[in-house]
Nanobody, 130 residues
Framework: QVQLVESGGGLAQPGGSLRLSCVAS????????IAWFRQAPGKEREGVSC????????LYKDSVKGRFIISRDTAKNTVYLEMNSLKPEDTAIYYC???????????????????????WGQGTQVTVSS
């Protein structure tokens, strides 16, 4: 059974950092692309970063480029999202999602389309406030 479990959310001050974890079970990361999405109150869910299963290549939305880093540890079957220089507008529930594909994310037409991902975690709250 495929399962994704996020952790690491919490309260951070503007300019601070948090590291989110997404532990996968029931499949191996090499066979799935993993994305981090977020949803703020009253807003649509948006993708912020993704990592290919086949080769570990990565993509970032412009709003987080240079501040967030996505990575994975295949031995632990875990994907991370390191978030630095946090801003109040980063406040949201963060979700990880998995898509069974061998295609690198950079060739996808819509890597941040939620419909492309079959499996989702329950989410972890990130609040950036002073």
């Amino acid at each position: 059974q495929v399962q994704l479990v996020e952790s690491g959310g919490g309260l951070a001050q503007p300019g601070g950092s948090l590291r989110l974890s997404c532990v996968a079970s029931g499949f191996t990361l090499e066979r799935y692309a993993i994305a981090w999405f977020r949803q703020a109150p009253g807003k649509e869910r948006e993708g912020v970063s993704c990592i290919s299963g086949s080769d570990g290549t990565t993509l970032y939305k412009d709003s987080v480029k240079g501040r967030f880093i996505i990575s994975r540890d295949t031995a632990k079957n875990t994907v991370y999202l390191e978030m630095n220089s946090l801003k109040p507008e980063d406040t949201a529930i963060y979700y990880c999602a998995a898509s069974q594909t061998s295609l690198p994310v950079e060739v996808w037409d819509y890597p941040y389309d939620p419909d492309e991902y079959e499996h989702w975690g329950q989410g972890t709250q990130v609040t950036v406030s002073s």
